[in-house]
């Protein structure tokens, strides 16, 4: 599975940006995909996740902020990150994940989402 992320960038904080990850290869229909990051000195972390029949997951931190959607005929998802806020600062890597398992199978090259005025 190649995963091809687009969409990110500086902004002000409270500020919007939408990324997009699309999926190619060996994608069965039972999946989920999401995006996780990483911040600078920080471990990586989960985002947000959504399954291919829109079962969504999200960190405490973005809650109310972020919204993750899916195009299952494009095998694609999207980040409607709104209300950015410094902290949310970091490089953002889409994942796929199969079914059954927990943790992520295929990781994107990343991309960077700076918030700052």
């Known amino acids: 599975v190649q995963l091809q992320a687009s969409g990110g960038g500086l902004v002000q904080p409270g500020g919007s940006l939408r990324l997009s990850c699309a999926a190619s290869?060996?994608?069965?229909?039972?999946?989920?995909m999401g995006w996780y990051r990483q911040a600078a000195g920080k471990q990586r972390e989960l985002v947000a996740t959504?399954?291919?029949?829109?079962?969504?997951d999200y960190a405490d931190s973005v809650k109310g902020r972020f919204t993750i959607s899916r195009d299952n005929v494009k095998n694609t998802v999207f980040l409607q990150m709104n209300s950015l806020k410094p902290e949310d600062t970091a490089v953002y890597y889409c994942?796929?994940?199969?079914?059954?398992?927990?943790?992520?199978?295929?990781w994107g090259q990343g991309t960077q989402v700076t918030v700052s005025s």
């Open positions: 994942i796929f994940r199969r079914y059954g398992r927990k943790e992520p199978d295929y």
């Open positions: 290869g060996s994608i069965f229909n039972i999946n989920a």
């Open positions: 959504i399954t291919s029949v829109g079962r969504t």
